[in-house]
């Protein structure tokens, strides 16, 4: 079969659920970090925004290991760790120039890996929980273009991928949360 669904172990949704919850622990806690931090680009900031997209790289390879390797959505994951990993190189360089360049580097990302979960939470919508990574990657794509838009104005400021991050974690608790009901349904 050409989809995760029809190849799945049975404790795919068990793993991705205790994965959507540590997923969602870390972005609350980075975005509140990021959060007083946001004002200035120092080494704390920096660092916290390479880590972000490199932890993404590991919940992917994680996801995978858990999910077996076949099927569209592990596609879409190796993509996706290939689209986090250069985008922690990314911002270690856009650091150095200054929060517009940061801003820019996030908001690619941000519109490219909301396009891959999106197609992945597609491909997985049997799972259940699904709706929620559907959303999420609707939304990602449309708060990356904001980001790259950001970038060119007066007073750029960090705060938002606090906010950002802080809402992809509420979607990764709402899946875990909907894959619980859906597992004991």
Not at 108 to 120: E, F, H, P, S
């Amino acid at each position: 079969m050409d989809t995760l669904v029809g190849t799945a172990p049975v404790n795919v949704p068990v793993t991705l659920r205790r994965l959507y919850f540590l997923r969602f622990a870390f972005a609350a806690v980075w975005a509140a970090l990021l959060f007083t931090t946001a004002d200035t680009l120092g080494t704390l900031t920096a660092t916290l925004l390479v880590v972000y997209p490199l932890f993404d790289v590991a919940c992917a390879i994680v996801d995978i290991r858990s999910a077996g390797t076949g099927g569209r959505s592990a596609r879409g994951l190796y993509v996706n760790i290939a689209l986090s990993a250069l985008t922690g190189v990314g911002l270690a360089v856009a650091a150095t120039s200054g929060i517009p360049a940061v801003l820019r580097v996030w908001g690619a990302w941000a519109v490219t890996a909301g396009i891959v979960q999106l197609v992945v939470g597609a491909v997985r919508r049997q799972l259940g929980g699904q709706w929620a990574m559907i959303a999420s990657g609707a939304i990602s794509t449309l708060a990356g273009a904001s980001f790259f838009a950001q970038a060119g104005a007066t007073g750029a400021s960090l705060r938002n991928l606090a906010g950002y991050a802080l809402l992809g974690g509420v979607f990764f608790l709402v899946s875990a949360l909907r894959m619980g009901r859906t597992a004991r349904a």
